[in-house]
């Protein structure tokens, strides 16, 4: 009887591992922040930006919506080049995206902005979205389920040898 209830507060014990790293992880998740880029506007506030795709190729016709508060303030196709360009913008925080392709751009009026400003927007088409950036041996030691496994393994074995260890019980 005492080994059931054993086996059950080890169980409890390493679901209650698991649940609040992946509650944190969520959270994690939910408070990035996009990457911001800062880009210089051209003499008469126009953005110029290109779409390519992971290998660098220039798309051509492909729309493009730019965006601010979440509200399309413009939409234009890329050239035979994968070139475009909105005129009439002031500076702010836009966003320029793609059927398969986004990004978050601060805009600059001419001469205002910094020494590290892109001249044009820049956006990869069809990169998917990389959430983790731990690398491979990183990604298994955040996973929970390993997580958990290590835990198990690291309450069940010291279980394992202490019940191996006591002699037979007599009838």
Avoid: H
């Avoid at 998740?29 to 990457?35: D, N, R």
């Amino acid at each position: 009887m005492s080994s059931i209830l054993r086996g059950i507060l080890v169980s409890l014990a390493v679901v209650g591992f698991c649940i609040p790293q992946s509650v944190l992880a969520a959270d994690m998740l939910s408070q990035q922040q996009p990457v911001v880029v800062d880009v210089a506007l051209s003499g008469d506030g126009v953005l110029f930006g290109q779409v390519i795709d992971p290998q660098g190729v220039s798309l051509a016709q492909i729309p493009v919506s730019l965006l601010s508060q979440d509200r399309e303030i413009a939409a234009v196709a890329t050239d035979q080049n994968g070139y475009f360009a909105v005129g009439g913008l002031g500076d702010g925080v836009y966003q320029i995206a793609t059927a398969a392709g986004q990004g978050t751009y601060r805009l600059w009026p001419p001469g205002m902005a910094p020494p590290s400003a892109e001249q044009g927007a820049l956006i990869v088409y069809g990169e998917g979205t990389v959430r983790g950036q731990y690398g491979p041996i990183g990604y298994w030691l955040t996973n929970p389920w390993v997580i958990a496994g290590i835990v198990a393994t690291a309450v069940a074995v010291p279980v394992a040898i202490s019940n191996s260890k006591k002699s037979p019980s007599s009838p």
